[in-house]
């Protein structure tokens, strides 16, 4: 039963241009959502979150909008540069005083195309 | 600073032995966790830890065994090694569990 889905397995996008990368969840308790970027033989290093009280966070180059409705959330990179190819995982946790903890999403793998 | 550092990198296993997945932080972090990664699937836990002598099983345990003796330490013990635990193994830790959780690099284990 997986709760968080990245039904993208891949994605290759010209640099320069915008990256989206798409998740949807189906646990409707999730109220905090995260993005982990990972390099081949490296750990998930955390890149932004949102909470659900919120629809949208930007840093610098990287904006999560959060569509609670449609049980979805979205990564914007822009503008993509090469650095940026990785795996970005998806993860959501459910607030639950001093027990949270992170469900992944199997990640989509993005190429960045010099 | 190192940050999370699990050994070992690499290790192939024979069905049927044992052997402990090593991970140490420098952070003081109370909480630590343990993940497994399969080919094309999301990180799963295994077990967590809130703090030293607390452990408490996560998504998928069995066949794993965890201690926390010091708030630096959390090995992973895999006894009668098996082929469905062919994996990549993901140490965390985190200050709280509402905080983030920072990764080690991971030990890539091949049972045959």
């Known amino acids: 039963d997986q709760q968080v889905k990245q039904n993208s397995p891949s994605l290759s996008v010209q640099e320069g241009r915008i990256s989206i990368l798409n998740c949807d969840y189906t646990?409707?308790?999730?109220?905090?959502f995260l993005w982990y970027k990972k390099y081949p033989a490296e750990g998930p290093t955390f890149l932004i979150s949102?909470?659900?009280?919120?629809d949208k966070n930007e840093d610098g180059r990287f904006t999560v909008f959060l569509n609670k409705s449609a049980k979805h959330l979205s990564l914007h990179i822009v503008p993509s540069q090469p650095g940026d190819s990785a795996v970005y995982f998806c993860?959501?946790?459910?607030?639950?005083?001093?027990?949270?903890?992170?469900?992944f999403g199997t990640g989509t793998r993005l190429t960045i195309i010099p | 600073n190192a940050g999370v550092t699990q050994t070992p990198k690499f290790r192939i296993l024979k069905i049927g032995q044992s052997m402990t997945l090593q991970c140490a932080q420098d952070m003081n972090h109370n909480y630590m966790y343990w993940y497994r990664q399969d080919p094309g699937m999301g990180l799963k836990l295994i077990y967590y830890?809130?703090?030293?002598?607390?452990?408490d099983k996560g998504e998928v345990p069995n066949g794993y065994n965890v201690s926390r003796s010091t708030t630096e330490d959390f090995p992973l013990r895999l006894e009668l090694a098996a082929p469905s635990q062919t994996s990549v193994y993901f140490c965390?830790?985190?200050?709280?569990?509402?905080?983030?959780?920072?990764f080690g690099p991971g030990t890539r284990l091949l049972v045959l």
């Open positions: 993860a959501a946790r459910i607030s639950n005083f001093g027990n949270e903890k992170l469900t």
């Open positions: 830890s809130v703090g030293a002598g607390i452990t």
């Open positions: 646990n409707s308790m999730f109220d905090y």
């Open positions: 949102i909470s659900s009280i919120k």
């Open positions: 965390a830790s985190s200050y709280a569990s509402r905080e983030t959780q920072y």
